[in-house]
């Protein structure tokens, strides 16, 4: 099409800009700040050396306690990610059941890690293995569906959080959490192998990023500042970005460009891992 070449650059430069921001906060990035306290490799309960060194360096968490959780918040929970995997069972190998996901709480003072003293507020963390899946809750802050809805709620109310449709509080944090495996399996169906460097992980997230923005500005006209609808916790990095966008978007009924996008994007991903061989 005989576009000026100043449209060009308009288009591509929110996307730029984005992508640079997302990128700079990933590299300069201490991993001493938790919030939500996502991860989404295995741990094991020891303290062996290698579980330390990723406690350090990537902020991972190990669950101490293996105490049940709230009854409702079990169901609530199971029920969001079983739903999920069905969705993007090519991506997530297989529909996850009750036998695969453990869903455990943890007391907050159990775990040792500097981070606790930073940032108090951190809710749930997941732990998604290769061989079984935990997801973690913060006693705390996760004493029944109240708690959540509420806590929940009120990040909403000051844009820390995405808004979604009303009643969908309860399942957030949860559907949050299963953007981070969902991505995860996305990157190492990518890199083809669970054996990568931080960079390579970094570097294929942001190639996430870019491709979802692009889908949004193509395909559903997004503007710059569409692209900039984002949680101030989806700021703090590619990986937050894409959980929360992704939380946005299975808990929304009317889309943005940008969910829309993302909705495309997983389509495609669901597709193409479809067809690939599984790792
Ligand atoms: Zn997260």
Redesign the pocket.
């Known amino acids: 099409m005989g576009g000026r070449s100043s449209t060009f650059k308009e288009r591509i430069k929110g996307i730029d800009d984005l992508l640079k921001e997302l990128e700079k906060k990933q590299k300069k990035k201490d991993y001493t700040v938790l ?2 306290g ?1 991860h989404t490799q295995e741990v094991e309960l020891d303290s062996t050396y290698r579980n330390k060194i990723r406690l350090q360096n990537r902020n991972y968490m190990v669950c101490k306690s293996m105490d049940e959780v709230d009854k409702d918040i079990r169901r609530v929970t199971l029920n969001q990610i079983m739903n999920l995997s069905h969705k993007y069972n090519n991506l997530t190998h297989g529909y996850l059941d009750e036998q695969q996901v453990k869903i455990r709480s943890y007391k907050i003072n159990d775990i040792n890690l500097k981070t606790q003293k930073k940032s108090p507020n951190y809710t749930t963390i997941a732990c998604w293995s290769k061989s079984s899946n935990q997801i973690c809750l913060n006693q705390r802050r996760s004493k029944n569906i109240d708690d959540i809805v509420k806590t929940v709620d009120y990040s909403q109310s000051t844009g820390h959080f995405m808004k979604t449709d009303a009643g969908t509080q309860d399942k957030y944090v949860i559907t ?2 299963f ?2 495996f969902l991505e995860e399996c996305i990157v190492q169906r990518r890199l083809q192998t669970k054996d990568y460097t931080q960079e390579e992980r970094d570097r294929a997230v942001l190639t996430i990023t870019e491709e979802i923005c692009n889908i949004a500005r193509n395909k559903y006209k997004a503007s710059n500042n569409d692209l900039r609808q984002m949680s101030r ?1 989806g700021y703090n990095d590619a ?2 970005w894409f ?2 966008l992704f939380t946005s978007t299975v808990l929304s009924s009317n889309k943005s460009p940008m969910q829309n996008a993302m909705n495309e994007f997983l389509k495609k991903e669901n597709i193409n891992a479809s067809s690939s061989n599984k790792l």
């Open positions: 919030d939500l996502d949050h959490e953007g981070h916790y990986y937050e959980s929360e």
